[in-house]
């Protein structure tokens, strides 16, 4: 008898001994959101007003008829930033004094444009194109398009500093068989607001 309660009581212990080290469903993890995305470099989105300056390349299909100099003038436009990329549209008025023949300049380029790029840090990378108009002193004015690349970097939240090399064509100048293309390097310095 004294071997059978024994037997039992040695029994009930192990069993509640393995119950009560019997592993319990783990507790689950904490949901914790994932981090939200930080926009690469500052934000590009407002509007801008400064300056360009550098050296236009202009030539024709009638030999003898091209040019070189000095082009400049003043930009302002509005950018909008979209976290990575950013858009915007602009206005460019630059003066020249170029000869392209004995008796005829370039006096200015007047350019509406649109642009898009992608920040890399402080930095934004972009393509641009538009409507450009060119006025020369004895040959009129004639209307065209142009397309570019450029780079600008935000040297402080308040002004950048970038270049731009853009491809300008006017086919018939002010009807005339006169073709024009010029090709435009220049630097560009803005107040940003």
């Known amino acids: 008898m004294k071997y059978i309660f024994a037997t039992t009581a040695a029994a009930a212990l192990m069993s509640q001994a393995a119950f009560a080290g019997s592993p319990a469903a783990p507790a689950p993890d904490p949901i914790v959101p994932a981090p939200a995305i930080a926009p ?14 550098g050296y236009a390349d202009i030539d024709t299909n009638v030999p003898g008829v091209s040019g070189d100099g000095f082009i400049g003038g003043i930009i302002a436009g509005y950018d909008y930033d979209f976290g990575n990329a950013v858009v915007g549209a602009g206005l460019d008025y630059d003066f020249s004094d170029i000869t392209i023949t004995p008796g005829t300049t370039v006096d200015n ?30 040959l009129g004015s004639e ?3 142009f397309v570019g ?25 002010n009807g005339t068989p006169i073709d024009v293309e010029a090709t435009t390097v220049q630097v560009r310095g803005a107040f940003r607001f």
């Open 40 to 53: 690469a470099g500052p934000d590009w989105t407002g509007f801008y007003l400064g300056g360009q300056a």
């Open 109 to 138: 380029v007047f350019r509406v444009k649109l642009r898009g790029g992608y920040k890399f840090g402080d930095g934004l990378a972009y393509a641009t194109g538009g409507y450009a108009q060119a006025d020369t002193n004895t």
């Open 143 to 145: 209307d065209g398009y």
């Open 149 to 173: 690349l450029g780079y600008e970097h935000l040297l402080t939240e308040q002004f950048s500093l970038g270049a731009e090399v853009l491809y300008h064509e006017f086919d018939n100048y």
